[in-house]
């Protein structure tokens, strides 16, 4: 059996990575996105213009920051967004960057 | 007369650069000092450990992103939090960021 895929606890969160975490175009991209499918979804279905691995560097990279969670379904991963943790955490703070115009 | 200091306009302000330059705990740490000093602080007084030129790079930084205005005031530079710009761009980014216990 595969190891589960780690992802820190709610009280592991730190804001700094997850400022990080979220001030890359393509990550917000990929927030958007999963702000906008609760059920969550496998982040290869979207039109990124990135390579594979480019993106799972990137999925990563959310979710070591504590931003989504992935769990596997058959031959893909299921990304979603930690909303609740994030909003507990840093009330206002997704909200505030997914009203960016820009 | 030396020259103004630039700063980038409200609507020239991007989410990606005020979510970068957050990322950091010295500069979120000047943050949230100049959220407790509305009347703003030349950074040089606060104890952050740092030399002044990583100090003056942190604040550009900060400047450069649109989330601080820094001003001349006799031999020093003023800043202050843009709460104004970033709470209309972003509602609830900053409070949510300042209410992170980490």
Redesign the interface.
């Known amino acids: 059996m595969a190891s589960p895929i780690p992802h820190p606890e709610r009280e592991e969160?730190?804001?700094?990575?997850v400022?990080?975490a979220?001030?890359?175009?393509v990550r917000?991209r990929i927030v958007r996105e999963l702000a906008a499918h609760e059920e969550g979804l496998s982040c290869g279905v979207l039109d990124l213009g990135i390579t594979a691995s480019t993106l799972t560097h990137h999925v990563r990279t959310l979710r070591e920051a504590g931003v989504v969670r992935v769990r596997p379904r058959g031959t893909s991963r299921i990304s979603t967004l930690r909303r609740a943790d994030l909003d507990a955490?840093?009330?206002?703070?997704?909200?505030?960057?997914l009203?960016?115009?820009?």
Chains 1, 2 share one sequence.
Do not use: N, S, T
Not at 13 to 17: D, F, K, L, N, P
Not at 22 to 25: K, M, T
Not at 99 to 102: E, L
């Open positions: 969160i730190r804001v700094e990575a400022l990080h979220l001030a890359d175009p917000l955490l840093y009330p206002g703070l997704l909200d505030g960057v009203a960016a115009r820009r």
